[in-house]
């Protein structure tokens, strides 16, 4: 019952100072499990900020956090008071004229379609993130909406094709989406090393796409030239065991693929059809177990 009234708790215009960082104070608040600090900084931002991308921003954690307990009820409350209000913000700002409005608006529909498909309502997640790929066609979020939609409907079905690389024909493939920026995609090059290893001389063929960010080392902004060789130098120093030749380098690939986290890993067997779709690292048995099956027997079975 304490749950359910927590949007009702929000909505009060408590007369404290706002604190300076309101996610990241949200975010330590659910690190020591007190979601009820967290609340209670929320109300207080927003009685002295008003409602304000950060702030929505954080109201986001709180909607993942009942999300991620099966509270199921105000997770879907919550996403949907954050797509009305990130809606209202967009009558003011385009949505990716700052990055903490696209975050809080991606997590909202993330959430609502997540909460649709655990209490059994599939097709209605599939519809409604078909309806907001289309709303929001245009801006930073779709990559985000397109994963969650991918991974409802993307295994079984044929794979994208890739801009810059084509897919094999009769062999199977594991794609790993990467980004030369990001550790987790470093963490898995030990495991990736070992899969290929053992199963390319099966037939198993590696392809590793990535994508432009607008920067280099340090978050400093580079021109497409120089971001482009500064990925293959990347590729060169952190990746060689893994990726043989320069990664085909295309936002596009990232989109079709819902790719919005790295890394994404995607399974294709020897038809082309997807047999694993999996944004985020994976434990080397876990990867070896789907590859093993796609590899002995189609992954048909």
Known sequence: MRRTLLLILLALAWAIPAPAGIIQ?????????????????LSAYRASQG????????????????????????????SQAIYTFSVEQLKKQPLDKEPHLPTA??????????????????????????????????TSILPRIRKNLLLLTLEGKPAPPLDGVALPKGKPALL???AHWCPDCKSEIPILARIKAEYAPQGLVL?????KYGYVAGGVDAAPAVETAYIEQVRRTYYAAVIDGPAPVSEANFTRYGASTTPTLVL???????????PGAMKYEALKEAVERVVKNGGTK
Do not use: C
């Open 51 to 78: 409602i304000t991308p950060e702030y929505l921003e954080a109201f986001s954690w709180l909607a993942r956090a009942e999300f991620q307990s099966q509270n199921y009820l105000p997770a879907e409350k919550f």
């Open 25 to 41: 104070v949200v975010q330590a608040s659910f690190a020591t499990g007190s979601d009820t600090r967290a609340i209670q900084e």
């Open 105 to 138: 608006l991606g997590a909202a529909i993330e959430i609502q379609a997540g909460t649709l498909t655990a209490q059994g309502r599939r097709s209605e997640a599939v519809t409604y993130l078909q309806e907001q790929a289309k709303a929001f066609g245009a």
């Open 207 to 211: 392809l590793a796409p990535t994508q």
């Open 176 to 178: 790993f989406f990467w």
């Open 268 to 278: 294709v067997d020897r038809m082309g059809i997807v047999r694993m779709y999996h």
